[in-house]
């Protein structure tokens, strides 16, 4: 095969496990599933990743990098936009977090999640928070933002489900403010 | 088999489902394992309980019923001890949400969970909420009760992982506050 069409295999297989791996979860997902998805024969995933932990390794550290530049009294409002009203369709519509958490009967997949919520959200809180108890103020702050994901994507309970990032701005400030010690905005450009 | 010996074999059943289906999620558990563990045939699932789904079924609905009575200003800090701190070693060391939660690709798991979370959690915390936007913001607290226990039994990140309830008693107090939008109790019995 050439080069340019092996390429574009391999990104369609990486497409279809990132889709079968979020909604259904790393053990419910069979290598015969994605690359009957990606129209090619399962062979070829082991023959482009090696094995069906691999390619789930590769499509979990490909995760959408880091958080827009702002005040820092805007954080926790920028990481409400990005994780949990982000556009997620690629990955079947949800955090790739709850994808992870489906698989978390794996240690390793416990682990990756655990790196992730901790070097993204619960350091960068935990920089900003005042006072003493920093790191379990700045978790207890990470554990609102992955529950409010979690009710609103997967569980969909109707008030979060249909409510807007501008009408969780009020609650956010209130709690941000409440647990780092320090007065943060709801919203971009809010009044703090 | 004379009645009690049923009896006994379907109790050892259920037990070993609720521990698979914990751990290791709905697709992820075939009624061979449940079985091997009961240490009978996978036959007599069939017999007793009639399919896999309606065997989940009935491990889900025989969840740990409601909270321990208190005054009002104390729920959250008694919803908080019952969710996040009880012995959950009956079903593999998890809130039995978290094993729902691994088996959310099914619409009836989902279904299962929003009962649930609505009916437990969020109605109460409405009822005690002042003020406008009431179910919004109870789901925004139950979202926060949820986080916490996903982030201290599943990614276990260091600080909650650690922590008592005691220790999370002075953020209780601030979160439950801001969000209820009335005086709230970080623990039972300590001062308002």
């Avoid at 295999?9 to 419910?28: I, M, S, V």
Wanted: proline content about 5%.
């Amino acid at each position: 095969m050439p080069k340019r069409d092996r390429e574009a295999t391999r990104a369609r297989l990486l497409e279809a496990a990132r889709l079968r791996f979020a909604r259904e979860g790393y053990d419910a997902t069979s290598v015969r599933d994605i690359a009957g998805d990606a129209g090619v024969d399962a062979t070829l995933i082991f023959r482009y990743f090696g094995s069906k932990k691999r390619l789930f390794d590769e499509v979990t550290a490909d995760l959408p990098a880091g958080l827009p530049d702002g005040p820092e009294e805007e954080l926790v409002a920028r990481m409400l936009r990005a994780v949990v009203f982000h556009d997620w369709t690629r990955y079947g519509g949800e955090h790739p977090l709850v994808a992870m958490l489906r698989s978390s009967a794996h240690d390793d997949a416990r682990q990756r999640i655990r790196r992730e919520v901790c070097d993204t959200y619960v350091d960068a809180l935990r920089d900003l928070a005042e006072g003493g108890d920093r790191e379990l103020r700045a978790e207890l702050l990470s554990a609102w933002l992955v529950g409010i994901g979690i009710l609103r994507s997967v569980v969909a309970t109707p008030a979060l489900a249909g409510a807007s990032a501008d009408d969780l701005a009020p609650h956010v400030e209130a709690v941000a403010s409440a647990l780092l010690g320090r007065p943060m905005r709801g919203a971009p450009g809010s009044e703090g």
